[in-house]
Every structure is written in C-alpha cells, then in structure tokens.
Nanobody, 111 residues
Framework: VQLVESGGGLVQPGESLRLSCVASGFTFSMHSMSWYRQAPGKEREFVATISQNGISTSYKDSVKGRFTISRDNVKSTLYLQMNSLKPEDTAVYYC?????WGQGTQVTVSS
C-alpha cells in the first residue's frame, strides 16, 4: 500500500488549496478514505472521510462548509478542497486508508 499526498503550501488567510492523495497497492474503489491533520505540538486529528462510492461524507465541525472531500476512483485519487483557510488550519495533512498513512503534506496559513 502506498499513499502519496501533494498540494500543500504557504497561503494567506482566506485563500484556497487543493490536496491530492494518490493511492496504490489496494483496490481503492472498495474502501472509504480519510484526511487527518497534525498541528505542531498537537495530536493528529480527523478532518474528513468519504465512502467508497463518494456519496457519504463526514467532516470535523471546524471545517464544515469550508472543506470538501472527494475522490476519483478511476484515478485512485483522494482530494481535499480547502477554501477560506484560517491560520488554525496550519498543519501537516495526511491521507489515511485503514492502518496506512501517507507521508503528509504541509499546509501553512499565514499573513
């Protein structure tokens, strides 16, 4: 199993980023997928999850209405569209499948 995240960067408050996670080594379309994040000095926390077919999603309360999780089962890719970013969204963002994690991508929101 391999999960490779990309798309992080440094943005100003209010701006947007789109994270991607390319998956391989398992049948992507048959499994739910999730995004987590870990801020400096804090524990890793759940951000969003999506069902196998993409119909069902769930979000951390503080990102509802700003973040959108989606997937492309043909490309075996998971996405996280992040709008109206805030400084408190600064963290390393991880893609997760079962007990497997990607290497993470850094998102920094700062003026």
């Amino acid at each position: 199993v391999q999960l490779v995240e990309s798309g992080g960067g440094l943005v100003q408050p209010g701006e947007s980023l789109r994270l991607s996670c390319v998956a391989s080594g398992f049948t992507f379309s048959m499994h739910s997928m999730s995004w987590y994040r870990q801020a400096p000095g804090k524990e890793r926390e759940f951000v969003a999850t999506i069902s196998q077919n993409g119909i069902s999603t769930s979000y951390k309360d503080s990102v509802k209405g700003r973040f959108t999780i989606s997937r492309d089962n043909v490309k075996s890719t998971l996405y996280l569209q992040m709008n109206s970013l805030k400084p408190e969204d600064t963290a390393v963002y991880y893609c997760r499948f079962a007990t497997y994690w990607g290497q993470g991508t850094q998102v920094t929101v700062s003026s």
